[in-house]
């Protein structure tokens, strides 16, 4: 270790002298920019701009004729999407698939009996705290 200004005030590592220039931001490490870099740097920067309008006008175009297209088909709604998934696949031979879509569109069409969706909403705002007392031991909590 050696002392930066020989009275021992401050340490300095000796290490940081051997790390000196291999940054990569170091200016020794900085690259001079000539005429020709400027002039390859500047001709990348146009062809990026020209392929980010080109991507663009593609996705305006589209866009376009996805609501073209939109407007002439009929309202679907899911239920008729799954029946047509089932018909497709049954045409295909794929007979995974068609389970598969069937047992999604079975759910809709006829609803498990089992199941039972219930909510159970107690009002206590207008119970007295014995009465609250009573929910909370009958519940078991």
């Known amino acids: 270790m050696s002392y930066a200004n020989g009275d021992g005030a401050r340490p300095v590592a000796d290490n940081k002298a051997d790390k000196r220039g291999k940054h990569p931001n170091t200016i020794a490490n900085l690259k001079m920019i000539t005429s020709e870099t400027a002039r390859a740097n500047q001709a990348k920067g146009i062809q990026s701009r020209l392929l980010n309008i080109a991507i663009q006008e593609e996705f305006k175009l589209n866009a376009k004729a996805f609501q073209k297209i939109m407007g002439d088909l009929p309202q679907l709604s899911s239920l008729d999407v799954?029946?047509?998934?089932?018909?497709?696949?049954l045409a295909r031979d794929n007979f995974e698939d068609a389970a598969r879509y069937a047992g999604m569109?079975?759910?809709?069409?006829?609803?498990?009996?089992a199941r039972i969706e219930s909510t159970v909403t107690?009002?206590?705002?207008?119970?007295?705290?014995?009465e609250l007392e009573a929910i909370v031991e009958a519940e078991g909590l």
């Open 82 to 89: 799954l029946r047509m998934a089932v018909h497709t696949a």
């Open 105 to 113: 569109l079975a759910e809709f069409e006829a609803p498990k009996l």
């Open 122 to 130: 107690t009002r206590t705002e207008n119970l007295t705290d014995e």
